[in-house]
């Protein structure tokens, strides 16, 4: 149980979150018309006869989209309903060509779902909450209005025009800004896996309806408003905390919240009022009489799961159990789909040039992985996606030092200047001499340098003062840029001042 | 020579085939008598160069030795329903008026590929709502057919499909494309004394044609005889992947299964259909029809179709409701007229658009179907009204266990006066009353000409098959055709 509260002048308020999802579907062409779908096109450039509505022009139904919308609710355990049926939801707007959107909402595709959360990402141990999902359907997007084109006109760009959303509506489960955002992560995250939609908020293919009322705990839900196409997890995680602010003041100063839609201003980081309930359209839904009802066969459904990915948390289970990582470190790696996909071909990819098998491997791997990659990226302003190291590279560098050609310490270096050229590791190390010595001719003579060049230190390491050991370690690697092999120089120091 | 414009569909054809004529004498003639009709205002646009141009590429096919096509050498009437490239598509409305689509309806497309030509795109009620072609932007069709009082008062076409009807009846076509929502292709022919048939529900595909009610539309021929309207609605029929209710079935050739011979066959004649109101004169054709039926071969048996009383109300709530819908997107935002006055928003733009765009008739049904399917009383009326419709496919499949085809009068009156029933609509909406049925179960329906009344007006018979049988009702038209012996033509007056 979350405990979240916001404190009130009359005593804690708890706030409850439903929130609804709308996720552009991936596919190569529209909901009802064979248009494509491609981000950033030209205004108007990717409009079919359908999308533009004109007369006598009739939707059908792509294959694809609805194989997508299937697969999702899959992903998140729901229920599939095999007969399904899309419904017109009219009203008129210059982005809606044909004065109605066809929605589903008598009978959706997709019905009752769950998805779990970790309730603080920086203790994977700690507790989770099962989040529940109350139904998925498809429904096409509308187009774009552009007011700043022409002084007194707005432009209408109907490319997104019948593109395929899914409207993902959770349960009113979740009770802070905290839950609220898990909550979307891991929907982004599982929707990704899925691949039934790429979860680029900042594109706006993944948008969210945020809902949200308080109350007395234990007392029934209050009167909720929803906050619209907020397009961050930060944003939504933002509006619940606003919002619920708002709620609690206007109550507590006697005043009554209104069922409502709200826009969120993230510069001023508040909400205001879209329209109220009475304002509300009479969207007059009704089937769509243009398509007949949506049955799906035990064919389909079997494809379908059969071509589901593992998903995040059968694969975070899995990197714990199997790959032997840390909590941790599993949930880092399983929390974004091309993050685990780099880690998996870092690890198989290592595992077949030391010929060993993945589970001895894939520790270091992740450890190198999470500390040193993501950390170096991290300075360049870089993530994985743009990173000039690929998982063949990132394992010859963990061969390297596998087979003590070179130490951590060096392989930090070799990293710099991997990313800095692209050259591979072995390359670098060989041009740059980077090669740990082993010759124990060479240790030899820099350690006896190095105890020459500090008699009074090795009187004092002799009297006692252990702690110098570190110091002769060091000074030994530093004469020898690092590349003496650290177990030998410790050998070899150890022989030396005993 | 005999006049090329008294043939129909099947005579102008073989004749070209066989070179007695060729196609462009035959796209000459009609155009001719379509230039000398201004008077019946059965076109809205006529293209007489895409008729020739047609015909030329006809003939020009016959000489190189090619197949011609099931409608080869063929000119016709094209209901301005259907879009056609670059020749302007109105349905008959102001909002529409100069709209010239750079797409090509499925259906009309397949008619130029089966060797059809285009003689014009005809006159209707607007976007299809009338049931006396009074409704038109473009002024009413008038009737080629006068009472034989020596009135001379202009008569009603019949809608939807008036110019359809008109046309066909007054020479100025062999055929033409009608569509047919709740009667709109039955009831016009009878009222002109030609044949018409509606086939079942997704035969033809709907892609490209300005929706009226998308559960209900269905395009089909209307032509002089049964058998013209075989060979056109083969060439209309097939399966659209544009059209997700399309019916994905091979089309039957229709015109080589024709037969008159009904022995074996069952005809049911419902006795819920025997309604007040009905003209004496139609229920004498309604008797004669059964006894042609019977001589036929057929056996008679009487059905009861129990619903029927609310097939109306269940008509008028459903296919407003849809139309309601349909016709947002004429919006004065992509295409068509837009009335932007100064200093309107969005909203006044709608508001002066669809008020100077649309007729008294379309407003009319675009209120009933926003009523029926706004909050609170979606359940009472829309829900309702699709109850009934269940109900009523069910009567019919009921019936159909005890026969093969359903027989009963096309429309409970002959043609009446222009400007008799505009100010009644509910009257007007009473002469769908036998058609209806056939259109919420989406069952092929055919009329068929079955004599003259005692005005000397045309009267139909409307035959009802089985979905998917529309071999089943040509044959029994073309029993009752063979019959009737149904010669008569208006007198030409224009």
Request: with cysteine; aromatic share 8%; net charge negative.
């Amino acid at each position: 149980m979350s405990n979240y509260r916001i404190e009130g002048t009359t005593g804690e308020w708890e706030v409850v979150i439903g929130l609804e999802v709308h996720a552009q579907v991936t596919s190569q062409s529209k909901l009802f018309s064979g248009a494509a779908t491609a981000f950033g096109a030209e205004p108007n450039s990717q409009v079919s006869l359908v999308d533009a509505a004109m007369p006598g022009m009739l939707p059908v139904p792509n294959r694809e989209c609805i194989r997508q919308a299937v697969r999702t609710g899959m992903a998140v355990g729901a229920k599939i309903n095999k007969w399904s049926r899309f419904d017109r939801k009219n009203y008129f707007y210059a982005d809606l060509p044909q004065g109605y959107q066809i929605s589903q909402l008598y009978h959706p595709l997709v019905g009752e779902g769950s998805l779990e959360v970790i309730l603080d990402e920086k203790d994977p141990e700690g507790s989770t909450k099962t989040i529940g999902i109350e139904r998925i359907h498809v429904e096409q997007d509308a187009g774009k209005l552009m007011h700043d084109q022409h002084p007194t006109m707005s432009y209408v760009d109907l490319n997104r025009s019948g593109v395929a959303l899914m409207e993902i509506v959770s349960r009113p489960d979740m009770r802070s800004p905290a839950e609220a955002g898990a909550y979307l992560s891991k929907l982004r995250s599982i929707l990704r896996y899925v691949g039934s939609c790429d979860g680029n908020m900042d594109q706006g293919s993944m948008r969210a309806d945020v809902n949200v009322s308080v109350r007395k705990p234990g007392e029934p839900f209050g009167t909720r408003t929803e906050t619209k196409n907020v397009n961050s997890v930060r944003f939504v995680m933002a509006v619940v905390e606003s919002e619920a602010r708002r709620q609690v003041d206007l109550i507590e100063d006697g005043g009554t919240v209104v069922q409502e839609t709200r826009l969120y201003d993230p510069d001023k980081n508040t909400t205001r009022s879209m329209r109220s309930k009475e304002d509300a359209h009479d969207y007059r839904y009704f089937p769509d009489p243009d398509l007949l009802p949506l049955e799906l066969d035990d064919a389909f459904l079997e494809d379908c799961k059969a071509s589901l990915p593992e998903l995040p948390d059968a694969k975070r289970h899995r990197y714990e159990t199997a790959l032997g990582l840390s909590a941790y470190n599993a949930g880092v790696l399983t929390a974004d789909v091309e993050t685990a996909r780099w880690f998996e071909a870092l690890v198989a990819a290592a595992a077949a040039k030391a010929g060993k098998g993945e589970a001895e491997l894939a520790k270091q791997a992740s450890n190198w992985l999470i500390s040193e990659l993501f950390g170096a990226l991290n300075k360049l302003g870089k993530g994985l996606a743009d990173s000039p190291v690929t998982p063949q590279g990132g394992a010859e560098l963990l061969a390297l030092i596998a087979d003590g050609t070179i130490s951590g310490s060096i392989a930090k270096q070799v990293l710099e200047k991997m990313l800095e050229t692209g050259d591979g590791a072995g390359a670098i190390v060989e041009r740059e001499g980077l090669k740990q010595t082993t010759d124990t001719g060479a240790i030899e003579a820099a350690v006896d340098a190095v105890l020459a060049a500090n008699a009074d230190k090795v009187a004092q390491y002799k009297d006692g003062k252990d702690a110098l050991f570190g110091f002769f370690v060091g000074q030994t690697m530093k004469a020898m840029q690092g590349k003496g092999n650290p177990g030998l120089v410790n050998q070899v120091l150890k022989a030396k001042l005993s | 020579m005999t006049d090329l414009t008294e043939l129909g569909v099947a005579a102008i054809r073989d004749g070209v085939a066989a070179g007695d004529f060729t196609a462009v004498e035959v796209a000459e003639g009609f155009n001719a008598n379509v230039a000398a009709a201004a008077a019946l205002n059965t076109f809205i646009v006529t293209t007489p160069e895409k008729a020739l141009d047609a015909a030329r590429a006809t003939d020009a096919r016959r000489a190189a030795g090619q197949p011609l096509g099931k409608m080869g050498g063929v000119p016709i009437g094209m209901k301005d329903l259907f879009a056609t490239r670059g020749v302007q598509t109105t349905a008959a409305s102001h909002i529409l008026e100069g709209f010239t689509p750079e797409y090509e309806s499925t259906v009309s497309q397949k008619l130029w590929n089966a060797g059809a030509g285009m003689l014009g795109k005809l006159n209707l009620d607007q976007f299809a709502m009338g049931s006396s072609n009074e409704t038109s932007y473009f002024g009413n069709v008038i009737s080629p057919w006068r009472r034989n009082d020596g009135g001379n008062a202009p008569l009603a076409p019949g809608g939807s499909s008036g110019g359809s009807s008109a046309a066909v009846a007054a020479r100025l076509a062999p055929a033409a494309t009608g569509t047919d929502t709740g009667g709109s292709i039955r009831q016009p022919a009878a009222f002109t004394g030609i044949s018409g048939i509606k086939p079942t529900y997704g035969r033809c595909s709907r892609w490209g044609i300005v929706a009226f009610a998308s559960s209900l539309d269905q395009a089909g021929p209307m032509a002089r005889d049964v058998r013209d309207c075989a060979i056109m609605l083969e060439a209309m029929a097939g399966f659209d992947p544009k059209d997700a209710t399309s019916l994905d079935m091979p089309v039957p050739d229709w015109e080589a299964a024709l037969s008159g011979d009904l022995r074996g066959k069952k005809v049911g004649i419902p006795r819920e259909y025997r309604m007040d109101g009905t003209d004496a004169d139609v229920l004498a054709s309604w008797d004669a029809g059964i006894a042609w039926l019977k001589d036929a071969g057929a056996e008679v048996v009487d059905v009861s179709l129990p619903h029927t009383k609310y097939a109306l109300p269940a008509y008028y709530i459903i296919a407003p409701a849809e139309a309601s819908s349909n016709l947002a997107r004429y919006d004065g935002v992509r295409y068509g007229l837009r009335d932007l006055p100064d200093g309107a928003g969005l909203q006044d733009m709608y508001a002066a658009t669809r008020a100077a765009g649309f007729g008294a008739e379309v407003k009319r049904r675009i209120m009933i179907g926003t009523y029926v399917l706004s909050a609170g009383f979606y359940d009472a009326y829309y829900t309702q009204a699709q109850k009934v419709r269940t109900l009523i496919a069910q009567d019919f499949a009921n019936a159909f266990t005890l026969c093969d085809v359903i027989l009963a009068p096309t429309a409970p009156t002959a043609a009446f006066g222009l400007g008799d029933m505009v100010s009644d609509p509910l009257a007007m909406y009473l002469n769908d009353v036998f058609a209806v049925p056939a259109s919420l179960a989406g069952l092929p329906a055919m009329s068929v000409p079955a004599g003259l009344n005692k005005q000397g007006l045309p009267l139909g018979l409307q035959i009802i098959g089985k979905a998917f049988d529309e071999q089943g009702v040509l044959n029994a038209g073309l029993a009752i055709e063979a019959r009737a012996q149904f010669s008569a033509k208006p007198d030409k007056w224009w």
